[in-house]
């Protein structure tokens, strides 16, 4: 049997195992770091790996989806949906207004297996800070990040993590380039 010859459910199940099996391989190489050199240089690992890769996630959805350079806050929130951990974690997207999308992963698989083996949350936040800032940059130069609430921080039981991203105009967004 070959990929092409599933069905359709059994191929949505395959991407989905695939998705965990990402998951599995990026939490095992994090412990390795963390073993041989401390949790401070695996969080500085974690982070480089992490802006190059939601990079590469962000131009290859980009391309997927032929969303357009500058598709905003709309661009961004399709594109969400197609990261990998979309296919294994629980997450919404709330447009507030046309320059505010509101980010929320309500489940994460990561944070729930520690919670089940009775550890901590995992303290994400600049780890995260660098992903969702290059993804959403990714996507659309002039959206910017900003976290609510991320692990270490306390975070409400309905979700693990909150983003801001707004949608500035390009008028501020040359400026500030032009300024750095």
Request: with cysteine.
């Amino acid at each position: 049997m070959e990929v092409g010859d599933l069905s359709r459910d059994r191929l949505l199940e395959l991407l989905q195992d695939m998705a965990k099996r990402w998951l599995a391989h990026d939490g095992l190489w994090f412990q390795a770091v963390e073993r041989a050199h401390g949790m401070d240089e695996a969080i500085r690992a974690d982070s480089e790996a992490w802006r190059h890769f939601t990079v590469i996630e962000a131009e290859r959805i980009k391309r997927f989806l032929n969303l357009p350079p500058a598709g905003g806050l709309a661009a961004l929130a399709e594109a969400l949906n197609f990261r990998l951990y979309a296919l294994v974690n629980r997450q919404e997207a709330i447009r507030v207004d046309e320059k505010t999308l509101l980010f929320r992963m309500n489940a994460c698989r990561v944070q729930e297996a520690r919670r089940r083996k009775g550890l901590p949350d995992f303290p994400c936040k600049s780890v995260g800070l660098v992903e969702y800032s290059w993804f959403a940059r990714t996507i659309d130069p002039r959206i910017e990040t900003r976290v609510l609430t991320c692990p270490p921080d306390e975070h409400p039981p309905e979700y693990y993590c909150a983003w801001e991203f707004t949608l500035k105009d390009e008028a501020a967004t040359t400026t500030r380039r032009d300024e750095h």
